[in-house]
């Protein structure tokens, strides 16, 4: 199977996760309750009040919690970004590219040695400057989202960028 599609997978498969950790802690599961508990809002609630209270918006952020993200938002635009191929047309000869299948293997190779960390199907690459297409390398929005483009932090810095590179692939070419 593709990488672009497995990054969608573990997508379908975390929230069906949450599905199953929600229905186990309705049911009062202790082990499935102490996964809600990483979230702030319900961390005080005792286990009746727990199983009571809960909806698919908390399983959903629990599990992405899980994952290593604040919410299941991100968790999701984190993997759908991952999932994209914007980028890269063809050929990436001429220059570096590093390529990791996880990401945080990739942002310590772009905080060490710098470059532009974006998703090809499924994969991440570190790029040099020369690689990007259609987005200035030195338009500031980069160093706001921090160089990458998969986990930006700054969202509406990567939502300028992006609207950019769209308005630019959808120009007509000389």
Known sequence: MRRQARTLVRLENTRRE???????ARDGDAEALLRFRSLETLRELDDDDLSERLQLKHAL??????????DWAAFKRFCERAAEDRFINGAVGG???VWYAHH????AHLEKSGGYLLAHRGDLVIVEAEVLQGLDPEDPDWAAIGYDWVRPADEAAWARLSARLDAWRAAPKE
């Open 95 to 97: 220059s570096l590219n």
């Open 61 to 70: 952020n629990a599990a992405a919690v899980g994952e290593g993200f604040p």
């Open 18 to 24: 949450a599905r199953f950790t929600l229905t186990r």
């Open 104 to 107: 945080h293997q990739a942002r």
